[in-house]
């Protein structure tokens, strides 16, 4: 089985086209994969003599996130679903450093850091990426409208002067 199936819902052979969102998304995490990068460069220029250890494990830290973001930014371009999940996390992770510098003279990275994640997190949530991810849900495509009846009993299970449906109790 090969990992570059087509995603559900998908037609022909040709990969799916990202919409304009998510390009712009992908785009974001690609900025987000280079600036690791920067920051793992800035590691190993700055290591410090006495704790080599510490700057190495640090950049090669950066270093594998900054390959994984950019393994979800073509998950994104080419419209799989499985990059949703780890793009979602990494923005979590950034609005919780983000938080941490918020305010004295440290809250323009604050703000530097939370836009972004916050418009990321907006347009993998939103119902165009979600259809361009996930495709059509299964119910959608056979006509089970379940969530129409959501609440209602079925039509063959007896109900109560009062609409609710009795409960039914047998001894044992």
Do not use: K
Not at 3 to 21: D, H, Y
Not at 77 to 99: H, T
């Amino acid at each position: 089985m090969s990992s570059e199936q087509p995603r559900p819902g998908a037609t022909g052979g040709a990969p799916p086209e990202p919409g304009p969102a998510l390009r712009v998304a992908a785009g974001l995490v690609g900025l987000e994969a280079l600036g690791l990068l920067g920051l793992a460069v800035s590691e190993l220029v700055n290591i410090d003599a006495d704790r080599p250890s510490v700057g190495i494990t640090t950049a090669v830290f950066f270093v594998l996130y900054a390959v994984g973001l950019g393994a979800c930014v073509r998950g994104l371009l080419l419209a799989r679903s499985w990059s949703r999940g780890p793009v979602v996390l990494a923005q979590l992770l950034e609005l919780g450093v983000a938080w941490s510098f918020r305010g004295g003279s440290t809250t323009w990275v604050a703000i530097l850091l939370a836009v972004p994640a916050v418009v990321v997190l907006a347009v993998v949530f939103s119902p165009s990426t979600t259809q361009a991810l996930f495709g059509e849900r299964a119910s959608d495509a056979d006509g089970d409208d379940r969530d129409a009846h959501r609440g209602r009993p079925p039509e063959d299970q007896p109900t109560g002067a009062n609409g609710h449906r009795a409960a039914l109790m047998t001894e044992t």
